[in-house]
């Protein structure tokens, strides 16, 4: 399984937060889980990425080159990706992944689920599985405004069955994986 990572090109401001990073980076080696992510070696990004290198993981980095001047991409990965765009970065980003992980991030991170997510309910993209690591309710106040878009109905409902919310990091990777299987043995069942 391929899984994108949206995360932030920086640490936050809880040494949790690259324990956690490193913790899912361990695990997805382990369980021979790839790596797709923005490509840059800074922040969490990097932690992730050097975590599963370090622990013979696969990783694919997808960057912008020449866009950023406060972070430098990752070339040492599996797959190096150069896009010429911050928008060809993303559509290879959601393209790339079985499943999506939102871990805590700034805007970036929001921008790529929210544009993720209205990509798949206006099928610009593939449906897959988004889940959401609401490390200490960080993410608690996004899940009441999708539940409030569905409830004022400017979202349509079945869009929360694709994402899941869960603190437990290793617990919600499992998640994903056993979402995107149960749709790989549908789509053979149908073929």
Sequence with gaps: MKLTVFCGSRFGNKESYKFIAQTLGKYMAQE????VYGGSESGIMGVFSQTL??????????YPTGLFDSELPNTNVTTFIPTETIDERKVLLFEQGDAVLIF???LGTLEEFSQLLSWM??????KKPIGILDIGGY?????TLLET??????????????????NNPLELVDLLRAEVSETQLLIEEAN
Aim: no cysteine.
């Design 104 to 106: 805590p991030g700034g």
């Design 32 to 35: 021979e889980i790839e790596l």
């Design 121 to 126: 309910a206006i099928d610009l993209t593939a």
């Design 149 to 166: 878009f569905a409830k004022e109905e400017f979202m349509d409902a079945k869009w929360l069955d694709y994402v899941f919310f869960s």
């Design 139 to 143: 993410y608690e106040g996004l899940k």
């Design 53 to 62: 290198l370090e622990n013979n993981g696969k990783v694919t980095g997808i």
